[in-house]
């Protein structure tokens, strides 16, 4: 088809760019595909070689830590479902990726949105760059990923990178922007480097964010479980591909409960950690300050 | 030398700034510039001292300019043009390192909405200076349970911030700014966002704290009677100028123009007009060695019902009312015959407001001593009440009590103490 405007062959460049890096850079690729692999299968490795039981009641008790008993029982039975299905090795599975590809996210994500909230021209080139992840369809990216990376779990915890990213960069930027201007000129006056009033200030002023943003990173990449499935990663996202490909509405929907099973569970406890006054922690903390204050007043008596 | 001096200080905010500058010094309209350039002229021309030990107060209304101008003496804004010294140090040529060091060691500031730290404890907040500074933790925690102590925040180091009362959390700013010990506080509205009744008692307890102290603090606040009860100077600024700068009974005496006098207008200028302000030198005095005749003579050029006799070195010791000059004429007696004992006297800086039953109590001007009990000068009653009302109390149709300006023969060293 003829075109009005000159035809622009960008999707050739482009390739050929994936082209020429397939050439020259794949020693670089395997690397990091070796290392992801490695991350991803010990992580595995240990999840699938520890007892079910043990690790229904492992959940349980970090619901019960960061959360409180509801979503303990909550993750509980969740759990014992996954398993009633069939799906626990799957979710295990999965679960590795997810865990792989989150801290990975997190740790540049984190960086990223600093320098974003500390220098506005870094935030004006970081800000586009978050939306062009965001949006452009997963499948696009997939391709050259795939043949960087090549089939597997590396790949999909690459492409599951990529598109869970911009939430904690934005949310860390955000986080650090609204802390109070008086705060920062409290530390600054009294004398402190910029590294101390980020770290002694900002980041702790702005951590309600920045867990806001570790929770949306890990959602996001649960929505990815589908997608990692057609790159050749095992785990629910796989069982969800193969009952579609058979059309077996039933394994299709176990696998699909799981995923959200999964989701509910991860959802609750890095939201329970981004909160102060929940949980099992906040309540030894209060019973601690509790207790440094009536010793404080015996001393002062 | 100075503590803290400022040299032709400018911050303008927006584009070019250095340029606007310049057209300021020739003498262009900042409102004019503010439309013409879309540009923020926050402090122009702004000069002053600060010296060791003085509440330096910077009196102004929102959007006058003071907040920008504390926050130059402290290098947190860059001024545009002039110079900031802490200690004679110029802190514009102070490299970043040098800059913070400064403001560790010399400056601390309290801020309007206290700007504590929620995830610190009360005493963690108070160390926070010693903690920039590298202090030990054992140490740094001694003097901010010490400092929160000079505050009356005593127990209440391991609460967070969020548990206290307003007023509570500034004493926790003070404490941190105490803590720190540095030579210069600033404090900027620091009380401004508490409720009067706690402003007040914040104020008396600042005051008092700077008696002990001995501290140097320049506060800014747009609340004039704060500014006349906390400071020994103030700086009056207006549209980002300091129009002036003087104690609070001479801006209120003597306003530098319209809008000062506007300003001062509603004050209650019984609290800072003070005894020494408002006295006068007394018109004659006796002494104990004096002849009852020429004390007549002098009653009665000087138009007074009676005289106060001082001794050789002033110091007040009584007075002699002409009745009793004339009952006991012609019986031989001096001065200290008749004498009558000082019953009511006035500390030079008591208050107007504290002037007025006294001076109903006597017969003749109020008499103003200083610590010594020497007589520095009177207070007649019509100069009270026109010092309160701002009417020129050497109006011609003024009845009684004012001083002419006849040599009196007998005490060439009449005291004004102005």
């Given at each position: 088809m003829s075109?009005?405007v000159?035809?622009?062959h960008?999707?050739e460049?482009?390739?050929?760019v994936?082209?020429?890096?397939t050439?020259?850079?794949?020693g ?7 290392i ?14 520890t ?8 959940f349980?008790?970090l619901?019960?830590?960061a959360?409180?008993?509801k979503?303990?029982?909550?993750a509980?039975?969740g759990?014992?479902?996954i398993?009633?299905f069939g799906?626990?090795p799957?979710?295990m ?11 990975l996210a ?9 320098l ?16 062009f ?9 997939l391709?050259p990923v795939l043949f960087?990376?090549g089939?597997?779990?590396?790949g999909?915890?690459?492409a599951?990178?990529?598109?869970s ?6 949310l860390?930027?955000l986080?650090?922007r609204?802390v109070d201007g008086?705060m ?16 002694g200030i900002?980041i702790?002023?702005?951590?309600p ?6 929770n949306?990173?890990i959602?996001l990449?649960?929505?990815m479980?589908?997608?990692a499935?057609i ?5 629910l ?9 058979s059309?077996?509405v039933?394994?299709?929907v ?6 959200v099973?999964?989701a509910?569970f991860?959802?609750r ?9 929940v949980?099992l922690?906040s309540?030894?903390?209060k019973?601690?300050r509790?207790q440094?204050r009536?010793?404080a ?5 | 030398m ?10 303008v905010?927006?584009?070019?700034p250095?340029d ?11 409102g ?5 350039y ?10 002053f001292e600060v ?8 009196m102004?209304l929102?959007?006058s ?5 504390i926050r130059?003496l402290?290098?947190l ?6 110079h ?10 102070m ?17 309007q909405?206290?700007?504590?730290f929620?995830h610190?404890?009360v005493a963690?907040?108070?160390a926070?200076?010693l ?9 740094r925690?001694?003097?901010a ?11 209440w180091?391991?609460h967070?911030p ?5 007023g509570m959390?500034q004493?926790?700013?003070?404490a941190?700014?105490?803590a720190a010990d540095?030579?210069?506080?600033l404090m900027?509205?620091a ?10 008692d914040?104020q008396?307890?600042l005051i008092?704290?700077?008696n002990?102290?001995g501290k140097?603090i ?15 100077r103030?700086?009056?600024?207006r549209?980002?100028r300091?129009v002036?700068?003087?104690?609070a009974?001479?801006i ?7 809008y000062?006098a ?19 030198p007394p018109?004659?005095?006796l ?5 009852p ?6 009653m ?5 019902p009676?005289?106060?006799?001082v ?17 006991a ?11 009558k004992?000082?019953e009511?006297?006035v500390?030079a800086?008591?208050p ?8 109903a ?9 200083d610590?010594?009990?020497k007589?520095?000068?009177?207070i007649?009653?019509v100069?009270?009440l026109?010092?309160?009302?701002a009417v ?6 003024d ?6 300006n006849?040599?009196?023969e ?7 103490a102005?």
């Open positions: 075109t009005v000159p035809r622009i960008l999707g460049w482009i390739a050929d994936v082209n020429w890096l050439d020259h850079w794949s670089f690729f395997d690397g990091v595909a070796s992801v692999n490695h991350l991803v299968d010990g992580i595995q490795h240990v999840l699938m070689n007892p079910i039981v043990l690790l229904i009641v492992i349980a008790l619901a019960l830590w959360r409180g008993w979503a303990a029982v909550l509980a039975v759990f014992c479902l398993d009633a799906e626990f799957s979710a599975q999965t679960l590795a990726q997810i865990i792989v590809a989150s801290v997190i740790v540049i994500a984190i960086p990223v949105g600093i974003a909230a500390r220098n506005r021209r870094a935030s004006a080139v970081i800000k586009p760059v978050l939306d992840m965001q949006t452009l369809p997963a499948y696009v990216y391709l960087l990376i089939l597997g779990s590396a999909a915890v690459l599951t990178i990529i598109f990213i911009p939430p904690g960069v934005r860390t930027e986080g650090i609204q008086e920062v000129e409290a530390g600054q006056a009294f004398g402190a480097t910029p590294k101390e009033v980020l770290r900002q702790p002023l702005a951590m964010s920045i867990m806001a943003g570790v949306q990173v959602m990449a649960l929505s479980v589908v997608v499935g790159v050749g990663a095992p785990g996202g796989q069982d969800v591909l193969s009952s579609l490909q059309l077996d039933g394994v299709g176990e696998a699909g409960l799981s995923v099973i999964l509910i991860l959802d406890v890095t939201d329970g950690f981004s909160k102060r006054e949980g922690r309540e030894i903390d019973l601690r509790r440094a009536a010793a007043a015996t001393d002062a008596a | 100075p503590l803290l001096e400022a040299q032709h200080l400018y911050k905010f927006g584009r070019r250095g606007i500058v310049r057209r300021l010094e020739q003498g262009e309209d900042a004019e510039l503010r439309k013409r879309d540009v923020t002229p926050a402090v122009i021309d702004a000069s010296n060791e030990g003085e509440i330096f107060v910077v102004g929102s959007g300019g003071k907040s920008t101008l130059m402290n290098g804004h860059q001024p545009t043009s002039g900031v010294k802490i200690l004679g140090e110029d802190i514009s040529t490299s970043a390192a040098q800059l913070r060091q400064a403001r560790r060691d010399h400056i601390s500031m309290v801020f909405h206290f700007a504590l929620p610190r404890t963690e907040n108070a926070y200076g903690q920039v500074k590298g202090v030990s933790e054992a140490e925690r001694e003097k349970l010490e400092a929160l102590k000079l505050v009356g925040l005593d127990g180091g391991d967070k969020g548990e206290l009362s307003g959390q004493r926790v700013g003070l941190r700014a105490l540095t030579d210069i506080l900027d509205e009380f401004s966002a508490l409720d009067p009744l706690i402003r007040r914040m008396d307890q008092e704290l700077q002990q102290l140097t320049v506060f800014i606040t747009h609340d004039l009677n704060e500014a006349m009860r906390l400071g020994d103030i700086a009056m600024m549209d980002g300091i002036q700068v003087g104690t009974e001479e209120l005496t003597d306003p530098a123009n319209d000062v506007q300003f001062v207008a509603d004050v209650d200028r019984t609290r800072v007009l003070t005894a020494r302000s408002i006295m006068e018109v004659a005095t002494g104990m060695g004096h002849g005749l020429a004390a007549h003579k002098l009665r050029e000087h138009q007074q009676g005289l106060y006799v001794g050789r070195d002033r110091g007040l010791q009584g007075y002699v009312m002409e009745e009793d000059i004339v009952a004429r012609g019986g031989g007696e001096t001065i200290a015959d008749l004498v004992p000082i009511t006297t500390p800086d008591a107007a407001a504290e002037l007025f039953t006294p001076a109590s006597v017969r003749l001007p109020l008499p103003v001593v610590p010594d009990g007589l520095v000068g009177v007649p009653r100069t009270l026109a010092a309160l009302g020129d109390p050497t109006d011609p149709a009845p009684v009590g004012t001083p002419d006849s040599t009196v007998l005490d060439k060293t009449t005291g004004g102005r």
